[in-house]
């Protein structure tokens, strides 16, 4: 009985080394950043669009709208408004060069379509409550 206990000890250790070695090793990491990749072409329009930021495309599975409860005139407003404030944080020094890295080229007289907009602003309002950033006086929808 007592080797039967010994055993059933060693195999319970041996199984839990296993399983944190495999949960610990940095492939893993890897593979969920790469899930947080989103990439939007357009080659007729010549732009493209990537989101690289860990968490984004969980949270848009779990907390975005679907597609049919905005409208693309809705999307493009906001979104000019976001891209207005983003611009304007990127040259001033008040804020974080860590968040506010580049300028967002979004010119509203162009028409990117729905489904730009509709990542797009999903991105900000993600943003905004990730960062605990104002961008606007507006409450996102979602």
């Not at 329009?45 to 907390?63: C, H, K, N, P, Q």
């Not at 906001?78 to 080229?105: C, K």
Request: neutral net charge; glycine residues 2%; hydrophobic residues 35%.
């Amino acid at each position: 009985m007592k080797t039967f206990f010994y055993i059933l000890i060693l195999a319970c250790f041996f199984s839990a080394c296993q399983t944190t070695k495999k949960a610990a090793t940095p492939r893993a990491e890897n593979s969920l950043e790469k899930q947080d990749t989103i990439k939007i072409t357009n080659t007729e329009l010549e732009y493209e669009v990537i989101i690289v930021d860990t968490g984004f495309e969980t949270w848009m599975a779990s907390r975005a709208k679907p597609r049919s409860f905005y409208t693309q005139s809705f999307l493009e407003a906001r979104n000019s408004d976001y891209v207005t404030e983003w611009n304007s944080r990127v040259t001033a020094s008040n804020y974080s060069t860590n968040l506010y890295q580049m300028p967002i080229d979004y010119n509203p007289g162009t028409d990117y379509g729905f489904e730009v907009n509709y990542i797009l602003y999903h991105y900000f309002v993600f943003f905004q409550e990730k960062y605990k950033q104002q961008l606007s006086s507006h409450n996102p929808r979602f």
